[in-house]
């Protein structure tokens, strides 16, 4: 088997006696797009950051590329692209200065895919960085994370500042990139439209705890919220997310009658956020 790009083992992380991570575990595969789904404060960019070694977590074990991420090589840092929730350095930089620096860090620079992509977001060139508006700053930390291929990709809300189209295609981009050659993407975001287009996996965190993680098709097909009157209904065949007085939400259900079920109902990526947290 392939080593993963990123595993994380039994996780543990609290702030001033909280839980922030409660036991969380997760790998990540090379073409694995997994997007990170929680509600603010879950828990997300503490599970981000402690992959790259800038977060030290309490308990258990992180290795990127094998090595454990707090002692990474260079040649490994140069492997990884990350997008932090608030970009940005460069201030008093043009654009174009910005990325001819920011380009000499990286041998493996692919600059078609740099004038692709600054074309394409109508990103001017001779613009000084201090006058972008925040979408367009993301744009470019997107470029700047993406156009030298790296082998994993560590993305905190990536494109919440993006207007719906060049978030449809930046999203298109990120999923090409990993089916392309063999990287892996780890990505948050609030936005479970954009999850449900590029993500292969979903990972759901809901209060400190990964409560899920599996392939997307899986999560959509077997998900159902089940509804009842009777308290003694026997969901024990699946793991339960929910439960309330006259409905429960499960996972993995295989289409077979639950017998005291009153309505077994799809739910959608939205729809289970939702209701999860509701
Ligand atoms: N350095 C810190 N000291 C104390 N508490 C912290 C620290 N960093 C994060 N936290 C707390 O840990 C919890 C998780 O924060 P985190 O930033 O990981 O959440 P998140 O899921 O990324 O949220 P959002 O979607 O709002 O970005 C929050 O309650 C936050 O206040």
């Known amino acids: 088997m392939e080593q993963p790009l990123l595993s994380y083992n039994n996780i543990y992380k609290s702030y001033d006696q909280r839980s922030v991570l409660n036991n969380v575990s997760l790998v990540l595969e090379p073409g694995m797009v997994i997007g990170l789904l929680g509600k603010n404060g879950a828990g997300k960019t503490t599970l981000l950051r402690s992959a790259l070694g800038l977060i030290a977590p309490d308990q258990g074990e992180i290795r990127v590329f094998g090595e454990p991420s707090d002692k990474l090589s260079a040649q490994s840092k140069a492997q990884i692209g990350y997008v932090p929730q608030q970009t940005f350095g460069y201030e008093g930089f043009k654009v174009a200065d910005a990325l001819a620096l920011h380009r000499s860090f990286y041998p493996t620079w692919d600059l078609q895919l740099e004038a692709k992509w600054l074309k394409r977001f109508e990103l001017a060139t001779d613009a000084a960085i201090n006058d972008l508006s925040i979408g367009q700053r993301q744009t470019l930390a997107l470029i700047m994370a993406m156009a030298y291929h790296p082998k994993l990709l560590i993305l905190d809300e990536p494109v919440a500042s993006l207007d719906p189209i060049a978030r449809r295609e930046f999203m298109g981009d990120l999923f090409d990139l990993a089916l392309d050659s063999g990287s892996g993407i780890l990505f948050s975001s609030h936005i479970t439209s954009d999850i449900e287009r590029v993500a292969s996996h979903i990972a759901l965190i809901k209060d400190a705890e990964l409560i899920l ?52 109902n799809h739910l959608s990526l939205e729809q289970l956020f939702v209701e999860l947290h509701g």
Not at 223 to 228: A, C, D, Q, S, T
């Open 213 to 264: 993680i599996d392939e997307l098709d899986v999560v959509r097909d077997t998900i159902r919220r089940v509804n009842f009157t009777e308290q003694n209904i026997d969901l024990s065949a699946y793991r339960v997310l929910n439960l309330q007085a006259n409905s429960a939400i499960i996972y993995g259900y295989q289409g077979e009658p639950i017998p005291g079920a009153l309505a077994i």
